[in-house]
Nanobody, 116 residues
Framework: QVQLVESGGGLVQPGGSLRLSCVASGFTFRSYGMSWYRQGPGKERELVAAISSAGGSTNYADSVKGRFTISRDNVKNTVLLQMNSLKAEDTAVYFC?????????WGQGTQVTVSS
């Protein structure tokens, strides 16, 4: 079955960096685009970044452009989210996502807290 396992979250000071990782299994990873979403306290889940199946195309939410970078390793079945210059408003649970025709899959999420 499809599994997405996120890691790398934690507590970081404003201006700091974190790298999130999502290891995927149970499907042909290299065939599907992948995404990162986040859900902050009292907010709806929102798309943060997405990457095409081969990694040649990416897109980002306006709020993270220039600070976050999404990448993938199709050998290790992993998608990464490098987050730099973190702000308090980046505090959220971050989820890995894949849409396989007919079904959307989510990981369990990893908490990112930006606070001094």
């Amino acid at each position: 079955q499809v599994q997405l396992v996120e890691s790398g979250g934690g507590l970081v000071q404003p201006g700091g960096s974190l790298r999130l990782s999502c290891v995927a299994s149970g499907f042909t990873f290299r065939s599907y685009g992948m995404s990162w979403y986040r859900q902050g306290p009292g907010k709806e889940r929102e798309l943060v970044a997405a990457i095409s199946s081969a990694g040649g195309s990416t897109n980002y939410a306006d709020s993270v452009k220039g600070r976050f970078t999404i990448s993938r390793d199709n050998v290790k079945n992993t998608v990464l989210l490098q987050m730099n210059s973190l702000k308090a408003e980046d505090t959220a649970v971050y989820f890995c996502n894949v849409l396989i025709p007919g079904t959307t899959y989510w990981g369990q999420g990893t908490q990112v807290t930006v606070s001094s």
